[in-house]
């Protein structure tokens, strides 16, 4: 009996210590593999992927997926740190309750800053553990808000680019390449890496397929390619315009076949092949 309390506050405190790591992880080192965040959205994408309507919203549900793990756990290894010290070193306003659905409870209040008061603690080493709990709380939260301001803008960018590279597609294929393109490649190269820099820093991005295959980033990347070949017909400006294109292209497939998609050929037109079937554009 006397080894309960210990090996219980040790699993609470292993439980926070990983989960405070992860969220670290998830939220300023996304570019470290094995993530929590990166698991749940792998998982929960190759469950829905494979329907059409529930694909759509297999990045909004992973996103709420990883936040709503964070706070579970968190709640988890606080009720485990309280748990051997109910109902000892806490005061209760309606009578002792069982020991550990009332640490849960308690941990809940405490996560969420709630404060009910109907259980309070009663010694020095719980009052600062529930205190680091509700700081904790709050700032899962600022994190969270955060993440999800940021996350859309950069989700904005990455339809705006499909958007734009269908429209040049469709123009380009009535009226052919216009000459001295090379302002518009350049723009679209710049555009390029920002989604490639987009895809490191929240790469849960790769699981918001879009609505529409014009706003599909797996459907116009190849059209960036074909622009790229057709400046090799212009000027030498145009033609290191183009490289540059297809080299930010290139960077992009590399990141999309190291990081999502998995073993497989690595020239460029078999993984935005690859990248368009895991999207459904094939």
């Known amino acids: 009996m006397n080894a309960f309390p210990l090996w219980s506050t040790a699993a609470g405190c292993i439980i926070v210590a990983l989960t405070i790591w992860q969220i670290f992880a998830d939220l300023f080192h996304p570019a470290a593999q094995a993530s929590l965040s990166e698991w749940i959205s792998r998982t929960l994408w190759s469950a829905l992927r494979k329907s059409k309507s529930l694909a759509k919203a297999a990045g909004p549900i992973a996103l709420v997926c990883v936040i709503l793990t964070w706070i579970v756990l968190l709640v988890l290894g606080f009720a485990l740190i309280y748990w051997p010290r109910f109902p000892g070193e806490f005061v209760f306003t309606n009578g002792q309750e069982s020991r550990f659905v009332s640490a849960l409870y308690f941990s ?13 603690p009663r010694t020095f080493s719980m009052r600062f553990a529930v205190t680091g709990e509700a700081l904790i709380g709050l700032g899962i939260v600022t994190a969270s808000v955060s993440w999800i301001v940021l996350l859309y803008p950069a989700l904005s960018r990455m339809r705006l680019l ?12 009535d009226a052919g390449p216009p000459r001295g393109s090379r302002h518009q490649l350049d723009q679209l190269a710049e555009k390029v890496q920002r989604i490639h820099i987009d895809l490191i820093y929240f790469p849960i991005l790769y699981y918001f397929r879009a609505n529409h295959h014009k706003s599909s980033l797996a459907s116009t990347l190849p059209a960036l390619i074909r622009f790229s070949e057709e400046a090799t017909g212009g000027d030498d400006r145009d033609q290191f315009s183009g490289r540059t294109l297809r080299r930010a292209v290139e960077d992009i497939a590399s990141l999309l076949r190291r990081r999502f998609l998995g073993p497989g050929p690595e020239d460029l037109h078999s993984v935005l092949e690859s990248f368009a079937e895991d999207h459904g554009e094939l």
């Open 108 to 120: 809940v209040e405490a996560l969420t800053t709630l404060g009910l008061g109907e259980i309070t």
């Open 162 to 173: 499909a958007l734009q590279t269908a429209l040049l597609s469709e123009l380009s294929m």
